[in-house]
């Protein structure tokens, strides 16, 4: 299912897009934001992209309609923390060089609505690290609202420990926040 705003297509990824996964994956800030080192080949992106985001049903490729350019990724997978079919947790990333233009908003945007209003879910969960304060502020555009600090919660590729910020939205706080 394409999911289509003013000014993306999110799209189901395809084979032909490592080289695309690989530019936007490499960078040194992407992937840390999100707990996974930064993609060091593009054979390592081509992996990635068999095992982790083809023949997914809700996870998107978020493609710039103006040019087709690949930008980055977006989708709601289950959320390991709830046993709840209506549940899903919501996960994102985007190459550094669209930072800052409002893309990530819009594609969440996106996501909710295919997730509440087309999937029937009930809640979407989502999480970010502390100290990732552009995410934080996506998820408080698109409605989702602060239910505690997870601690010690995530082992990262460098050893590192992090904590996690949890955040939920519904249907009604999407709506609110997304004039649907």
């Known amino acids: 299912m394409d999911l289509y705003t003013k000014r993306l297509l999110l799209r189901p990824f395809r084979e032909d897009d490592a080289e695309a996964l690989y530019e936007y994956s490499k ?22 992209l068999r095992v982790v985001f083809l023949n997914q049903p ?4 978020i493609v710039r309609r103006a040019d087709g350019r690949l930008m980055g990724s977006c989708g709601i997978i ?3 923390k709830r046993e709840n079919e209506a549940a899903r947790m919501l996960g994102y990333a985007m190459g550094e060089d669209y930072w800052g233009c409002g893309y990530m908003t819009e594609a969440v945007g996106a996501v909710l609505r295919a997730g509440f209003f087309e999937m029937g879910l009930e809640l979407i969960s989502a ?21 505690g600090m997870l601690h010690r919660a995530e082992k990262l ?6 904590d996690h910020l949890c955040f939920f939205c519904t249907p009604q706080d999407a709506k609110n926040a997304l004039s649907v």
């Not at 040194?28 to 054979?43: D, R, T």
Request: proline share 9%; hydrophobic share 25%.
């Open 157 to 162: 590729y460098n050893g590192e420990i992090k």
């Open 58 to 61: 809700s996870v998107w490729a």
């Open 127 to 147: 999480t970010c690290y502390p100290d990732n304060a552009r995410s934080r502020r996506v998820l408080e555009k698109c409605g989702f609202q602060y239910e």
């Open 78 to 80: 289950h959320d390991p």
């Open 27 to 48: 960078g040194p800030n992407v992937g840390p934001n999100a707990g996974w080192k930064p993609h060091e080949s593009l054979i390592e992106s081509a992996d990635i």
